[in-house]
């Protein structure tokens, strides 16, 4: 059985998780991923480094859950999501969802509710370094927004 869920320090090979994902189900059509990356600028100000903490055990369990509702949700035959921990600059890839389904809507679809899930509900807490000194970084409204849509609202709203 494939993991579903890994959080890691290290980075990650899409091609490979992919490949990983998909080996042997010869059902798979389609596959959908996002990959979320570092950026330099933030709310107006130069991002220098991000750190991500998160309690293990907990992060996991609650990303699994969030699998599990997109399970219910769409037709898909599997999902895996990575999340980074730790120091990161910018460039570095952060985040990675992998869906597959036998069509590219529902892959589409359970790859976007995921990421909005993962947004504003998965228990990380964000620290950016700035010229100004490090900032918390809280889920923005438009994260919420964006839960909104599949009927769900935030937890942190």
Not at 107 to 117: G, H, Q, V
Request: glycine letters at 6%; a negative charge; hydrophobic letters at 40%.
């Amino acid at each position: 059985m494939t993991t579903r869920v890994t959080i890691q320090t290290g980075d990650f090979n899409l091609a490979d998780e992919v490949d990983a994902l998909r080996q042997g189900d010869k059902r798979v059509g389609a596959v959908c991923t996002f990959t979320g990356t570092v950026r330099d600028r933030n709310d107006g100000l130069t991002v220098s480094s991000m750190e991500l903490e998160h309690y293990p055990g907990m992060t996991e369990k609650a990303i699994e859950a969030m699998i599990d509702e997109a399970t219910r949700r769409f037709d898909i035959f599997a999902a895996r999501v990575i999340h980074r921990v730790g120091l990161l600059q910018p460039l570095d890839q952060v985040v990675m969802v992998a869906v597959t389904s036998a069509h590219r809507g529902e892959s589409f679809r359970a790859c976007e509710f995921l990421m909005d899930y993962l947004k504003t509900q998965a228990p990380f807490w964000k620290k950016e370094e700035t010229p100004e000194g490090a900032r918390w970084v809280d889920a923005r409204v438009s994260d919420d927004v964006a839960l909104a849509k599949w009927g769900i609202r935030a937890s942190n709203a």
